[in-house]
């Protein structure tokens, strides 16, 4: 079956603009995370949902962050106002169930996001 | 609350054997192995839930040490696709959070 997608690949944007990340997870996982990762840096967790919710968003950097997903399935996460230091690759996982300390998480292949 | 890892990177000839450690200063639930390679997302490789647990996978597995808020990841007889930067994960007790370790990166010469 198909895998978790995220589109775009790539984005570049100007700093102080507006942009939209999207992730499609794996049909039928509940447990969806947001990520971002600099160069020589492991995942940081940005926020994590359950269904529709967001179980957890304490990651979320600032107010300028904020994600999204509201049929339990595709998930957007918003990024308002960027800044040079928003650059990094940002990735998309997704989980069957409930809860990463069961079940392995299926990443996508992310987005990276330059801002100049 | 990142867990550190160590060594921070390490390079081995083939056949040779690796122990890549990673260490928690919260409590766990779990303990995550994912292998990534340059440029691309990380892959999953095994979990960990009980204190004492290992689970092996083909020339890789692993040990979890649930009181020491320990684990360790063990490669025997690596080959050359072992390359790539290895990240423990971990779930502590309070949280959703899912928190990535500092990362090995380990490089397998022929």
């Known amino acids: 079956g198909a895998g978790v997608s995220q589109t775009p690949s790539n984005k570049v944007t100007e700093k102080g603009k507006y942009v939209e990340l999207r992730c499609d997870p794996i049909?039928?996982?509940?447990?969806l995370y947001w990520y971002r990762q600099s160069l020589g840096q492991g995942p940081e967790f940005l926020i994590y949902?359950?269904?529709?919710?967001?179980?957890?968003d304490s990651g979320l950097p600032n107010d300028r962050f904020f994600a999204v997903r509201p049929e339990g399935s595709v998930s957007t996460l918003k990024i308002q106002r960027t800044e040079r230091g928003d650059s990094a690759v940002y990735l998309c996982?997704?989980?069957?169930?409930?809860?990463?300390?069961?079940?392995?998480?299926?990443f996508g292949p992310g987005t990276r996001l330059t801002v100049l | 609350q990142q867990p550190v890892q160590s060594p921070q990177a390490v390079i081995l000839r083939e056949g040779e054997d690796a122990v890549i450690n990673c260490s928690s200063s919260?409590?766990?639930?779990?303990v995550h192995w994912y292998r990534q390679k340059h440029g691309e997302a990380p892959v999953f490789l095994m979990i960990?839930?009980?204190?004492?647990e290992q689970k092996g996978h083909d020339k890789i597995s692993a040990s979890f040490n649930e009181k020491k808020q320990q684990s360790s990841l063990y490669l025997t007889a690596s080959q050359l696709s072992y390359s790539g930067t290895y990240f423990c994960?971990?779930?502590?007790?309070?949280?959703?959070?899912?928190?990535f370790g500092t990362g090995t990166s380990l490089t397998v010469i022929p």
């Open positions: 996982a997704s989980s069957p169930l409930r809860g990463s300390s069961y079940n392995e998480q299926f």
């Open positions: 049909s039928g996982h509940t447990a």
């Open positions: 949902f359950q269904g529709t919710g967001a179980a957890d």
């Open positions: 919260k409590a766990l639930y779990s």
């Open positions: 960990l839930l009980k204190g004492g």
């Open positions: 994960g971990t779930e502590i007790m309070t949280g959703n959070q899912f928190y």
